[in-house]
């Protein structure tokens, strides 16, 4: 699968040394640290983490959204680095937390939607909560069901 980071062995050379397709790793010893699944779940969750942050940058652009988006590509190339490829799915169900709070604040929408505060009344104009909240669903689903296929994938090959 193309997700899988180990490069390919053509056989063991004499002193436990492996000999790589391009050429051969001098001196060096190949392990494999074994990768369980709370490993993995662990990847995925700092993926969703990079993607809730992106997504409330985004949705926050006007304000605070620039150091959220600044914060989400640091973490993007610190994850981009360590985790294996098949986590950052973890991105895609992330930008569902920031549409499941919007869902969330148009709750009562949509319409102009007033309410009782000590001093009199307040009134905002709300949107519709179900397409915010059907983008969520089907983002978070969608991140969750990509991953656990490519997990099984991975597990189905020997490799993780």
């Known amino acids: 699968m193309f997700f ?22 001098v001196n060096r010893e190949a392990t494999v640290e074994p990768e ?4 993995a779940w662990g990847w995925f969750l700092g993926w969703l983490a990079v993607g809730a942050c992106a ?15 600044l914060l989400a590509a640091v973490a993007a190339g610190f994850l981009l680095w360590q ?16 549409l499941f709070y919007l869902a969330y604040l148009n709750r009562s929408g949509p319409g102009t939607v007033c309410r009782t505060v000590a001093d ?20 978070f689903c969608a991140g969750f069901l990509i991953f656990l296929v490519l997990r099984r994938g991975s597990r189905g090959t020997g490799t993780g």
Do not use: H, K
């Not at 997504?55 to 988006?69: D, E, N």
């Open 36 to 39: 369980g699944p709370a490993v």
């Open 83 to 98: 985790s294996p490829r098949n986590s950052s799915v973890g991105l895609l169900a992330g930008l569902a937390v920031p």
């Open 120 to 139: 009199g009344q307040t009134c905002t104009d709300e949107y519709a909560p179900v397409p915010f909240l059907a983008a969520a669903v089907i983002l």
């Open 55 to 69: 997504g409330a940058g985004l949705a926050a652009l006007l304000s605070v959204g620039v150091v959220l988006l």
């Open 4 to 25: 899988n980071r180990l490069p390919r062995f053509r056989g063991e050379r004499e002193g436990g040394n492996m000999e790589w397709e391009g050429g051969s790793m």
